[in-house]
T-cell receptor, first 114, second 115 residues
Framework: DGGITQSPKYLFRKEGQNVTLSCEQN?????MYWYRQDPGQGLRLIYY???????QKGDIAEGYSVSREKKESFPLTVTSAQKNPTAFYLC?????????????FGPGTRLLVL | DQQVKQNSPSLSVQEGRISILNCDYT??????FLWYKKYPAEGPTFLIS?????DKNEDGRFTVFLNKSAKHLSLHIVPSQPGDSAVYFC??????????????FGQGTRLTINP
């Protein structure tokens, strides 16, 4: 079964702690994305990667870091510099069929601050 | 600056009737539009998309209409079913720039289908 997996489902962060959210896909997609969703708001782009060993900042990259060492994996680290990390984090990957470019999402990780 | 707006935070529709969700955008560079459906604590699920070269795209119960001059798109669901109750997001993308597709999302509309 192909798809996108995110782990853990829930994550708790203490003050001053860095935490890493996992995102894995076996869809053979080149492009991967991280979004953040806050209550009553749309999804906001944190980082994206078009290819292995390359990634770009999105609209709200401050306090976050990523790596793309393998095509299948795009982990997101929420650093202590992110002052308001409580949110629902979504990972996506992109496929292209003709003119159609569609992003498919994982199930999400909810991050809570203790 | 909200480039994609869904002005109705919520919508309530009777089962079997038509649901119409609206979305407005301001950036004339957007040329590809998508609708996603999201249940609580889950990732969004892709529903349907439309390119700016079309004004309508249909897939089963779902139809998306695009009015480029008004910078407006809408999603029609007919007939509405209880399982359609969810939050719906519209998203827009400009033409691909160096292979990157950066989607801009609206705030979402919560659709409730009443029995």
């Amino acid at each position: 079964d192909g798809g996108i997996t995110q782990s853990p489902k829930y994550l708790f962060r203490k003050e001053g702690q860095n935490v890493t959210l996992s995102c894995e896909q076996n869809l053979n997609h080149d492009a991967m994305y991280w979004y953040r969703q806050d209550p009553g708001q749309g999804l906001r782009l944190i980082y994206y990667s078009q290819i292995v060993n390359d990634f770009q900042k999105g609209d709200i990259a401050e306090g976050y870091s990523v790596s793309r060492e393998k095509k299948e994996s795009f982990p997101l680290t929420v650093t202590s510099a992110q002052k308001n990390p409580t949110a629902f984090y979504l990972c996506a990957s992109r496929t292209t069929t003709g003119w159609r470019e569609t992003q498919y999402f994982g199930p999400g990780t909810r991050l809570l601050v203790l | 600056d909200q480039q994609v707006k869904q002005n109705s935070p919520s919508l309530s529709v009777q089962e079997g009737r038509i649901s119409i969700l609206n979305c407005d955008y301001t950036n004339s560079m957007f040329d590809y539009f998508l609708w996603y459906k999201k249940y609580p604590a889950e990732g969004p699920t892709f529903l349907i998309s439309i390119s700016s070269i079309k004004d309508k795209n249909e897939d089963g119960r779902f139809t998306v209409f695009l009015n480029k001059s008004a910078k407006h798109l809408s999603l029609h669901i007919v007939p509405s079913q209880p399982g359609d109750s969810a939050v719906y997001f519209c998203a827009a993308s400009p033409a691909l720039i160096q292979g990157a597709q950066k989607l801009v999302f609206g705030q979402g509309t919560r659709l409730t289908i009443n029995p």
